[in-house]
């Protein structure tokens, strides 16, 4: 069975024929022989180009074209915003492993690094913490207090069945700072 091959057509030639169709000076049987193309063809360029003539002059199409191009530019503008947080996550969770092994100061520390891409907010909110944690700044424990809990330290390892009410007796100080030191 011999195969005819499809023919691919340039714009400007459908154009011509549709044009053609339009002006019916001719009938589509006319036209198919003269040009070469089926007569079902030939109306399906008609009807093309008819629509594409009536939205040619329409406002509401005008409209839609504008309406698109704010669309795509808000798009656009959606795809930064959201590669710039996807390459400060992968970033982050290359940099640190697992957000389990850090600390709150930690996370704090390494947002401050990448604080001109990102603000605060938005970077709290990928990493899944609390804003407020991003500006804690922890406060160094003093000498004193740092003596008694080295104290406790050795006393414990020491002695393990030791509570807070023994700790306290043996260290001179009351319970409750007892009880806190241990837990620290």
Sequence with gaps: MDQKIRR????AFKAKVALEAIKEQRTIAELSSLYGVHPTQITKWKRQALDVLSTGFSEKQKQKEH???GLIQELYQQIGRLKVEVDFL???????????????HEIA?????TEHVLPKGIQAELMDISRSS??????LVKPGVLLIMNRIDEEYTAHPFYGSRRMAKERGINRKQARRLMGL
């Design 67 to 69: 309406d698109d191009r």
């Design 134 to 139: 991003l500006y804690y700044q922890p406060r």
């Design 109 to 113: 520390l390494h947002s401050n690094k």
């Design 8 to 11: 691919i057509h340039p714009a």
């Design 90 to 104: 992968k970033k982050r969770w290359a940099s640190s492993g697992s957000r389990n092994n850090l600390s709150p």
